[in-house]
């Protein structure tokens, strides 16, 4: 059995898989790494291979107290991929986007691909049908543009999605006009996002055929039904990828 580890700046998502079925998922803050690691070992003592992508804080030191337990594979930047990389600066390319580009190319074979990750930031990585990985786009998520609306203006209050789901348990009671200061700054935010990912979606969809937009990160269900455009939506589909990244390295 296989432990995926996904390390955000403070959250971690895992998962156990057996082959490539996903047995069970787990999510905690960074700062109960260890307590959890051994919480989900205790549980899935079958686990014989831990595979990690991380851009927050953990490194392969971290994981070193658990090489008695499990073989580790840490994903970093020298990791053979099965597309050409044209990043010009393929170092600084986070992990996260390198294990979806990899993901999206062996799952979605001959395809021109758009991998959108809606998280702390949404990134944008476009892989063409020839598997040549040409960059993308990085801008702010929801969270990151709720707080900044807080965190850089003297009286707009800090609001997070939890709140707008709180006022509006339907779409159809959300209106584009905000009637108030908080519902102006939930039409921003939201609509902000929903508008730029469709306008993404269409400058690509301009320039190639035949290609498939899939969705995943933290907000990836939230957006996929206000989207016009059709998409995968898969909200594990980094996890997925770890998996297929351990099998890729296997296989090879």
């Known amino acids: 059995m296989l432990l995926a580890i996904d390390v955000g700046n403070t959250r971690i998502k895992a998962a156990v898989f057996e082959g490539t079925n996903l047995v069970e998922q787990f999510a905690f803050a960074v700062l109960?790494?260890?307590?959890?690691?051994?919480?989900?070992?205790?549980?899935?003592?079958?686990?014989?291979?831990?595979?990690?992508?991380s851009v927050g804080k953990l490194n392969k030191n971290d994981f070193s107290a658990f090489n008695n337990?499990?073989?580790?594979?840490?994903?970093?930047?020298?990791f053979s991929v099965p597309f050409q990389n044209l990043y010009q600066t393929p170092k600084t390319l986070g992990i996260d986007r390198m294990v979806l580009a990899l993901g999206a190319v062996l799952k979605f074979p001959k395809q021109n691909r758009l991998v959108i990750d809606a998280g702390t930031c949404i990134t944008y990585d476009f892989i063409d049908e020839n598997d040549t990985y040409l960059g993308g786009a990085i801008s702010p998520g929801i969270h990151l543009r709720y707080h900044a609306l807080h965190n850089y203006t003297a009286n707009l209050p800090l609001l997070d999605l939890e709140d707008f789901k709180k006022l509006f348990e339907k779409d159809n009671?959300?209106?584009?006009?905000?009637?108030?200061?908080?519902?102006?700054?939930?039409?921003?935010?939201?609509?902000?996002?929903?508008?730029?990912?469709?306008?993404?979606?269409?400058?690509?969809?301009k320039k190639y055929s035949n290609f498939i937009i899939i969705l995943t990160g933290g907000d990836a269900e939230f957006l996929a039904k206000r989207l016009k455009n059709t998409i995968f939506a898969n909200s594990n589909f980094l996890l997925e990828s770890l998996c297929q990244t351990y099998q890729y390295k296997i296989k090879k």
């Open 69 to 78: 337990q499990l073989k580790v594979h840490i994903i970093d930047n020298e």
């Open 32 to 53: 109960d790494f260890n307590k959890n690691m051994n919480s989900i070992l205790t549980k899935h003592q079958n686990c014989t291979d831990l595979i990690v992508a």
């Open 173 to 205: 009671d959300f209106d584009i006009i905000g009637n108030s200061t908080k519902n102006a700054i939930h039409s921003g935010v939201i609509n902000g996002v929903v508008h730029e990912l469709d306008g993404f979606i269409e400058q690509y969809r």
